[in-house]
C-alpha cells in the first residue's frame, strides 16, 4: 500500500464532520448528521426496521468502495466518489448514539466487523470518521442515567474487543499526523474512545497495554516539549492506565516509563504552567510518576535517573509543582531505605524542614535529621506541638459531634465512625504522634525536656500521644502482608513503651 496516491483530501463542510479540535469537548457534528439526515427525507423514527436500512445502505457503500479498489488499484480518481459515499453513511450511522436500544439489534446484523476493518483503510479520512463513530457509539452520555442502557453498551464494548478493535485503533495513531487539524481531532477521539471502552469494562485498561504498544505511544507524547490538548490527554489516559493497576505500572516500568515521566516533569522545575489545562496535564504527570514509583522496582530505576534530585529541585523553586514533588518523594522513599538515604545525602532535610516550617550539621544521617529539631531553639519541634494541638482539636470537635448523634438511627458502625474520624484530622494527628514518639525514643536529652515542656504547656501529658499512638497501632491493617502487619506495629508499640 505504500504506492498508493491518496486522492485530495474532501471538503468537510459539505458533509457532517467530526467536531473542531477545539478542546472544549463541544461535538455540534452529530446534530449536524441528524439535520441533513432529515433534509435528505432520511431516517425520522429510529426503530429496528430503519437501523436496518441504515447498514444496508452501509454495507452497500463499502461493498462499492472495497470493489472499485481492487479494480482500479491505481487510479485513484475512479473510487474517490464511492469513497465519499461510504463517509456519508458511515456518518448516518452516528445518530444510533441516540438508541443504544438498537445495540443488539446492531451486532446481531454483523456491523462492528466490517466498521471496525475500515480503522485499517487505504484512506486515513475513513478511518478517522469510524474512530469517531465509535466515539460517539461507546459515550458515557449514552448509557446516561438509565441503567437499561448499561448491558447493550457494554455487548458493542465486547463486540469491538472480539474483532481486536483496540489493536486496530493503536494501529491507527502511528500513521495519523498532528500536523493536520483533522487527524489531530482524530487522535484525540480515538483517546477518547479508549477511555469510554474502560469506563464500560475496566478490564480494558490491562487488556489495552497487553495487546498493543499504546503505553509506548503515550510516553512519546507527554516527552514532545509543546504543550497542547492532545499532550493533556495522553498524560489523562496514562494516569487512568496506572492507577490501581501494577501490572501496567510494571510493564511502563520495563521500557524506560520512569525516565520518560521524569523528563515531562523536568520541563517545570524552575517555571509554572502558563494554563490551567496545563496544570492539569502537569497534575496527571505527578499522578502517573506517584503510580509508578508503587512497585519496588521502579522504586530503583527513579534513584537511578536521579529523581529523588530532580525532586528536591522543584521544592526548591517553589513552583506550582512544589507540593506534588513532596507527594513524589514521599511515594518514593515509602519502604524503601535508598532513597531515603539518597534524600539525606544530597541534603533534603533542608529543604524539606524549609516546607515543614514554611545548614546542616555533620555527622550520620540520624545524627543530621536530630540535629535539625534542636536548631534554632527547638522552632520546628515547637511547630510540631502547634500542628498536634491544631488536628487534635479538630478530632475532639468532631467526636463530640458524633458523640452527640444518635448512631444507632443513622446505622454507623464502628468502623465508620472512625473513618469519619480520619477523615476530620485523625490520620494527620497519628502521623504527628509517629514523629513525636520518634523523637522521644531517640534519647536525646534535650528534645525529650522541650517536648515535656510543650505538652505541659498545653495541658497533655505523653499518655495523652501514647493514645493516639495505641489508636494507630490498633488499626494497623494488613494490605501488605501480615509480616508487614507485624513489624508496623512492633514499631509503634515501642514509641508507645518510651513514652
Not at 69 to 90: C, G, N, T, W
Not at 165 to 185: F, G, I, M, W
Not at 199 to 209: F, N, R, S
Not at 286 to 312: A, Y
Request: proline share 4%; charged share 30%; net charge negative.
Amino acid at each position: 500500500m505504500e504506492d498508493y496516491h491518496q486522492p485530495a483530501k474532501r471538503m468537510r463542510s459539505d458533509s457532517p464532520s467530526i467536531a473542531p479540535f477545539n478542546g472544549e469537548g463541544v461535538d455540534l457534528s452529530l446534530l449536524e448528521a441528524v439535520e441533513k439526515s432529515a433534509q435528505n427525507g432520511g431516517v425520522e423514527v429510529l426503530d429496528v426496521r430503519a437501523l436496518k436500512k441504515l447498514v444496508l445502505a452501509f454495507e452497500r457503500r463499502l461493498r462499492d468502495n472495497l470493489e472499485a479498489r481492487m479494480k482500479y488499484p491505481d487510479q485513484p480518481e475512479k473510487f474517490a466518489d464511492s469513497e465519499v459515499e461510504l463517509h456519508e453513511e458511515i456518518e448516518r450511522l452516528r445518530i444510533l448514539a441516540g438508541a443504544p436500544e438498537l445495540y443488539p439489534e446492531l451486532l446481531a446484523l454483523s456491523t462492528v466487523p466490517s466498521l471496525v476493518g475500515l480503522l485499517g483503510h487505504d484512506n486515513p479520512d475513513i478511518a478517522v470518521d469510524v474512530v469517531s463513530l465509535l466515539m460517539d457509539l461507546t459515550d458515557e452520555d449514552v448509557i446516561g442515567e438509565d441503567d437499561d442502557n448499561e448491558e447493550p453498551v457494554r455487548a458493542l464494548v465486547d463486540a469491538l474487543l472480539e474483532n481486536n478493535a483496540l489493536e486496530l485503533l493503536v494501529q491507527n495513531l502511528a500513521r495519523l499526523s498532528e500536523a493536520d487539524p483533522d487527524e489531530a481531532a482524530a487522535i484525540h477521539s480515538t483517546l477518547s474512545t479508549i477511555e469510554n471502552l474502560i469506563e464500560v469494562k475496566p478490564a480494558v485498561a490491562e487488556l489495552v497495554c497487553e495487546r498493543t504498544k499504546l503505553l509506548r505511544w503515550l510516553l512519546g507524547r507527554i516527552k514532545v516539549r509543546e504543550f497542547d490538548a492532545n499532550k493533556q490527554y495522553a498524560s489523562e489516559i496514562l494516569a487512568i492506565l496506572l492507577q490501581n493497576n501494577p501490572a501496567n505500572q510494571k510493564r511502563l516500568g520495563q521500557i524506560n516509563g520512569v525516565d520518560a515521566v521524569l523528563q515531562a516533569v523536568a520541563v517545570y522545575k524552575s517555571r509554572d504552567p502558563n494554563t490551567e489545562d496545563e496544570e492539569e496535564m502537569l497534575e496527571n504527570l505527578f499522578d502517573c510518576l506517584c503510580c509508578l514509583l508503587m512497585p519496588m522496582e521502579n522504586k530503583e530505576r527513579f534513584l537511578k535517573s536521579e529523581g529523588v534530585e530532580l525532586m528536591i529541585i522543584i521544592m526548591k523553586q517553589k513552583k506550582s509543582a512544589y507540593g506534588s514533588a513532596i507527594r513524589a518523594l514521599d511515594f518514593a522513599m515509602t519502604k524503601y531505605s535508598p532513597a531515603c538515604e539518597r534524600f539525606v545525602d544530597v541534603l533534603g532535610l533542608k529543604t524539606a524542614f524549609a516546607a515543614f516550617m514554611g545548614g546542616i550539621l555533620r555527622g550520620s544521617r540520624r545524627d543530621r535529621l536530630l540535629s535539625k529539631f534542636v536548631e534554632n531553639e527547638f522552632e520546628k519541634i515547637d511547630r510540631l506541638m502547634e500542628l498536634y494541638m491544631r488536628y487534635s482539636d479538630r478530632v475532639k470537635s468532631e467526636t463530640q459531634r458524633l458523640d452527640a448523634l444518635e448512631l444507632d438511627d443513622l446505622e454507623i458502625d464502628e468502623e465508620e465512625l472512625y473513618n469519619r474520624k480520619l477523615e476530620a484530622g485523625l490520620y494527620t494527628l497519628q502521623l504527628i504522634a509517629v514523629i513525636l514518639g520518634h523523637l522521644w525514643s531517640s534519647d536525646h536529652p534535650r528534645i525529650r525536656e522541650r517536648i515535656e515542656l510543650l505538652l505541659k504547656q498545653n495541658r497533655l501529658t505523653k499518655n495523652d500521644v501514647g493514645e493516639i499512638l495505641q489508636e494507630y497501632h490498633d488499626n494497623i491493617g494488613d494490605l501488605d502482608g501480615p509480616e508487614e502487619k507485624e513489624r508496623a506495629q512492633a514499631k509503634i508499640q515501642k514509641f508507645i513503651s518510651a513514652l
